[in-house]
């Protein structure tokens, strides 16, 4: 079920009740699907392969599935469960069974430097043209040992392949294990090669690899790592106070923005997670277009789980609309944020200006955060990608406000914008043969007969939708604050925007 027990709550009793009480915290969920739901989906609809999973491995069987060390090298990765140095678990298990827990270590303590290990995955057959690798790492080593992520390209002209470098990892050792992306673009036949490399710096430990994963995907964009999140979980109170952001971020069109993570809730909805998208000053500031269009940011809180199938990562898209208005003044949600913004500085001192944020109050419960492997090590990644969706808008026909009438204002008719914070933009009106550049109105506060027409140049030109059936729409049909619009001469409830929240 799409919502939750709370959806449309005008009180503080739930709106939706279920035959099974165990149900009323399980109904909307914005979770992926579990490996349950995914095998009665395959079996519906007769699927016998994915089309974007290719390999996983969390090393727990002696044959390190059918990973080779390869002869071009000096040493060899080994198949241990800890290592003096750190670390002292696997990312698999975090030591919490007996007699399991492997991951693969390269000892850069006991070779000479420029000593190098070579693992190679399986051959792998790509379908898509471009891939994610995801893994953990941990250094235990020297600041100058290196790990490269190659691929070994299979072709006619190559049989025993071409490598190519895809990254270069290294840094300072760290106590955890850290996880990295791999973007791949791949159209043959492959392998992944992982190369040790000991450097020149004293070494205590080596370098170890554990839980690959191995998908058809996009890799997300940024990452956020909260290491503390089990402490802050433990200490933190409700509400602004209990709220932490994420470092600075910046969108592939440049607007910086930051996330804001409410660990224990707001005050009125505690034991959830709060995430909110807050657009901040930035670099590029001037030569960006404003108010915001149209970018779409997607948060994804990650299962931790070594098995890439089996995680069930929870995620919130929040769409910048440019012609949202704020509820607490006349500018626009999404402007310039040292116009609608609040000051507001980061760690190390430096101040800047801080949107308001959009997002929910109801990203996870507590419950929910703790039945799967988000946390481990103590620590959350976020996962955030960022695109943009202007396209979608300007393919569909926009939103007359002539046609379009509110059931939360009896008898008014209230312009809305051309799409929401959702994920997908709704046609709305069939257009005739006329063409004329779209002329948008403006809401207000509250209900309103007034429209202010103005221009933007981020909708492209769309026909001139019809207007001559809409008392269909007048006696207010649709439930749950849906809106009412006219498709094809006839009256067509949409849904509401009431499952979004802003905070300031």
């Known amino acids: 079920m799409h919502y939750s027990k709370t959806a449309f709550r005008n009180g503080t009793e739930p709106t939706i009740v279920t035959n099974i009480p165990y149900f009323m915290d399980v109904i909307g969920q914005r979770m992926d699907f579990s490996d349950y739901d995914l095998q009665k989906l395959n079996r519906l609809y007769n699927c016998s392969s994915s089309l974007s999973f290719m390999d996983t491995c969390s090393f727990e069987l002696e044959n390190i599935c059918g990973m080779i060390q390869s002869p071009d090298d000096n040493s060899d990765w080994q198949h241990l469960s800890h290592v003096p140095a750190g670390p002292n678990t696997d990312h698999t298990n975090m030591g919490e069974c007996e007699d399991s827990g492997y991951f693969m270590h390269f000892n850069t303590s006991a070779v000479a430097g420029g000593s190098t290990a070579i693992l190679e995955s399986r051959i792998l057959y790509p379908k898509r043209g471009f891939q994610c690798l995801q893994f953990y790492f941990y250094n235990s080593g020297s600041e100058s040992d290196q790990l490269y992520v190659w691929v070994r390209e299979y072709s006619d002209a190559h049989p025993n392949g071409?490598?190519?470098?895809i990254e270069e990892i290294k840094g300072s050792p760290v106590n955890y294990w850290q996880l990295h992306h791999v973007s791949l673009n791949v159209t043959s036949k492959f392998r992944v090669v992982f190369q040790g490399a000991r450097g020149t710096g004293l070494s205590n430990g080596g370098l170890s690899i554990d839980d690959i994963n191995l998908s058809e995907t996009q890799c997300p964009h940024h990452v956020w790592h909260i290491r503390n999140f089990t402490d802050l979980l433990n200490t933190s109170p409700?509400?602004?106070e209990g709220k932490i952001y994420s470092p600075p971020f910046y969108s592939s069109k440049g607007y910086a923005f930051q996330v804001g993570l409410y660990v224990n809730g707001t005050n009125d909805n505690p034991f959830n997670l709060a995430i909110y998208l807050h657009l901040i000053s930035g670099a590029n500031d001037d030569q960006l277009q404003w108010p915001c269009p149209w970018q779409q940011v997607t948060m994804i809180l990650l299962d931790q789980h070594a098995d890439i199938r089996q995680r069930m990562s929870n995620?919130?898209?929040?769409?910048?609309?440019?012609?949202?208005?704020?509820?607490s003044s006349p500018n626009y949600f999404w402007d310039r944020p040292d116009?609608?913004?609040?000051?507001?500085?980061?760690p190390n001192g430096t101040t800047f200006m801080r949107g308001p944020g959009r997002g929910t109050n109801a990203f996870l419960t507590h419950q929910r955060l703790t039945s799967r492997d988000f946390i481990k090590e103590g620590g959350v990644y976020i996962l955030l990608t960022t695109e943009d969706v202007s396209h979608l808008v300007s393919a569909q026909p926009s939103v007359s406000p002539t046609t379009t009438a509110n059931t939360s204002a009896v008898s008014t008719v209230r312009p809305t914008s051309i799409a929401t914070t959702t994920t997908r933009p709704t046609a709305t009106t069939r257009p005739t043969a006329t063409t004329k550049p779209t002329i948008t109105t403006r809401p207000t506060d509250r209900p309103t007969a007034t429209k202010t027409p103005i221009t933007t140049s981020l909708v492209t030109l769309t026909e001139e939708p019809e207007t001559d059936t809409p008392e269909a729409c007048l006696d207010n049909p649709c439930e749950n604050d849906g809106v009412c619009i006219i498709v094809d001469r006839k009256a067509v409830c949409r849904a509401g925007t009431t499952s979004k929240t802003v905070e300031s």
């Open 315 to 327: 995620q919130r898209s929040v769409t910048t609309d440019p012609l949202e208005l704020s509820d």
């Open 162 to 165: 071409t490598l190519r470098l």
């Open 339 to 346: 116009k609608v913004g609040s000051t507001a500085s980061f």
């Open 238 to 240: 409700a509400g602004t």
